[in-house]
Protein backbone atom coordinates (compact mmCIF):
# COMPACT_ATOMS: atom_id res chain seq x y z
CA UNK A 1 0.00 0.00 0.00
CA UNK A 2 1.23 3.35 -0.52
CA UNK A 3 1.68 6.48 1.56
CA UNK A 4 -0.84 8.14 -0.04
CA UNK A 5 -3.36 6.04 -0.37
CA UNK A 6 -2.48 4.72 3.58
CA UNK A 7 -2.76 8.76 3.95
CA UNK A 8 -6.07 8.68 2.54
CA UNK A 9 -7.54 5.63 4.39
CA UNK A 10 -6.49 7.36 7.94
CA UNK A 11 -7.87 10.84 6.97
CA UNK A 12 -11.42 9.25 5.44
CA UNK A 13 -11.81 7.50 8.72
CA UNK A 14 -14.92 8.95 10.59
CA UNK A 15 -13.11 9.60 13.77
CA UNK A 16 -10.34 11.80 12.18
CA UNK A 17 -13.08 13.79 10.27
CA UNK A 18 -15.15 14.32 13.46
CA UNK A 19 -12.28 15.44 15.24
CA UNK A 20 -11.52 18.10 12.80
CA UNK A 21 -14.72 19.43 12.35
CA UNK A 22 -14.89 19.61 16.06
CA UNK A 23 -11.85 21.51 15.98
CA UNK A 24 -13.12 23.97 14.29
CA UNK A 25 -16.08 24.42 15.83
CA UNK A 26 -14.41 24.66 19.12
CA UNK A 27 -12.08 27.66 17.47
CA UNK A 28 -14.77 29.35 16.59
CA UNK A 29 -16.65 28.68 19.95
CA UNK A 30 -13.75 30.21 21.77
CA UNK A 31 -13.87 33.41 19.91
CA UNK A 32 -17.89 33.74 20.46
CA UNK A 33 -17.02 33.04 24.51
CA UNK A 34 -13.98 35.07 24.25
CA UNK A 35 -16.30 38.16 22.82
CA UNK A 36 -19.31 37.30 25.08
CA UNK A 37 -16.76 37.80 28.27
CA UNK A 38 -14.97 41.10 27.62
CA UNK A 39 -18.26 42.64 25.69
CA UNK A 40 -21.01 41.59 28.08
CA UNK A 41 -20.26 40.14 30.89
CA UNK A 42 -16.84 42.65 32.34
CA UNK A 43 -18.21 45.90 31.56
CA UNK A 44 -20.89 45.02 34.11
CA UNK A 45 -18.46 44.09 37.06
CA UNK A 46 -16.17 46.71 35.95
CA UNK A 47 -19.16 49.18 36.70
CA UNK A 48 -19.90 47.21 39.43
CA UNK A 49 -16.29 47.22 41.17
CA UNK A 50 -15.77 51.44 40.03
CA UNK A 51 -15.47 51.62 37.11
CA UNK A 52 -12.38 49.38 36.59
CA UNK A 53 -11.39 47.62 32.85
CA UNK A 54 -10.34 44.28 33.71
CA UNK A 55 -7.76 43.69 30.91
CA UNK A 56 -6.00 47.32 32.33
CA UNK A 57 -5.54 45.51 36.23
CA UNK A 58 -1.99 45.03 36.47
CA UNK A 59 0.60 46.13 39.49
CA UNK A 60 3.69 47.44 38.32
CA UNK A 61 7.16 45.46 39.46
CA UNK A 62 9.76 47.78 37.82
CA UNK A 63 9.45 51.34 36.49
CA UNK A 64 9.67 52.71 32.98
CA UNK A 65 13.31 54.33 32.23
CA UNK A 66 14.94 55.67 29.40
CA UNK A 67 16.68 52.21 27.49
CA UNK A 68 13.54 49.80 28.92
CA UNK A 69 10.29 49.76 28.73
CA UNK A 70 8.22 49.35 32.54
CA UNK A 71 8.05 45.57 33.71
CA UNK A 72 4.01 45.04 34.76
CA UNK A 73 2.13 42.05 36.21
CA UNK A 74 -0.64 42.09 34.20
CA UNK A 75 -3.29 40.03 36.53
CA UNK A 76 -6.82 41.86 34.47
CA UNK A 77 -5.78 39.23 31.51
CA UNK A 78 -5.31 36.74 33.64
CA UNK A 79 -8.47 37.59 35.55
CA UNK A 80 -10.18 37.75 31.57
CA UNK A 81 -9.01 34.31 30.84
CA UNK A 82 -10.17 32.55 33.90
CA UNK A 83 -13.53 33.71 33.24
CA UNK A 84 -13.53 32.37 29.29
CA UNK A 85 -12.34 29.29 30.69
CA UNK A 86 -15.09 28.95 33.21
CA UNK A 87 -17.45 29.77 30.74
CA UNK A 88 -16.25 27.16 28.02
CA UNK A 89 -15.93 24.33 30.61
CA UNK A 90 -19.98 25.46 32.01
CA UNK A 91 -21.08 25.03 28.13
CA UNK A 92 -18.93 22.07 27.60
CA UNK A 93 -20.44 20.56 30.96
CA UNK A 94 -24.16 21.36 30.00
CA UNK A 95 -23.69 20.18 26.20
CA UNK A 96 -22.44 16.53 27.43
CA UNK A 97 -24.93 16.19 30.59
CA UNK A 98 -27.77 16.95 27.87
CA UNK A 99 -26.31 14.71 25.64
CA UNK A 100 -25.84 11.87 28.61
CA UNK A 101 -29.53 12.42 29.72
CA UNK A 102 -31.07 11.48 25.99
CA UNK A 103 -28.39 8.78 25.71
CA UNK A 104 -29.88 7.29 29.25
CA UNK A 105 -33.59 7.77 27.73
CA UNK A 106 -32.73 5.88 24.42
CA UNK A 107 -31.15 3.42 27.12
CA UNK A 108 -34.57 2.93 29.57
CA UNK A 109 -36.67 1.97 26.49
CA UNK A 110 -36.48 -1.84 26.67
CA UNK A 111 -36.10 -3.76 23.51
CA UNK A 112 -38.79 -6.53 22.64
CA UNK A 113 -36.91 -9.90 22.93
CA UNK A 114 -35.97 -11.15 20.02
CA UNK A 115 -37.98 -14.14 18.28
CA UNK A 116 -36.95 -17.76 19.24
CA UNK A 117 -34.84 -19.52 16.49
CA UNK A 118 -36.30 -22.38 13.69
CA UNK A 119 -34.56 -24.56 16.02
CA UNK A 120 -35.76 -23.73 19.55
CA UNK A 121 -39.44 -23.79 18.52
CA UNK A 122 -39.06 -27.32 17.44
CA UNK A 123 -36.88 -28.44 20.59
CA UNK A 124 -40.35 -26.73 22.31
CA UNK A 125 -42.40 -28.84 20.19
CA UNK A 126 -40.26 -31.93 20.66
CA UNK A 127 -40.04 -31.41 24.33
CA UNK A 128 -43.40 -30.76 25.09
CA UNK A 129 -44.86 -33.42 22.93
CA UNK A 130 -42.74 -35.88 25.03
CA UNK A 131 -44.16 -34.40 28.27
CA UNK A 132 -47.85 -35.44 26.94
CA UNK A 133 -46.77 -39.19 26.13
CA UNK A 134 -45.82 -39.72 29.60
Same mark, same amino acid.
Given at each position: ????????????? *???? !?? +??????? %? /? #???? &??? =??????????????????????????? *???? !?? +??????? %? /? #???? &??? =??????????????????????????????????????????????????
Amino acid at each position: MGMMSEFKSFAMR *GNVV !DM +AVGIIIG %G /A #FGKI &VSS =FVADVIMPPIGVLIGGVDFSDLGVTIK *GATA !DA +AAVTLNY %G /A #FLQT &VFD =FLIVAFAIFMAIKGMNRMRRKEEAAPAAPPKPSNEEVLLTEIRDLLKNRS
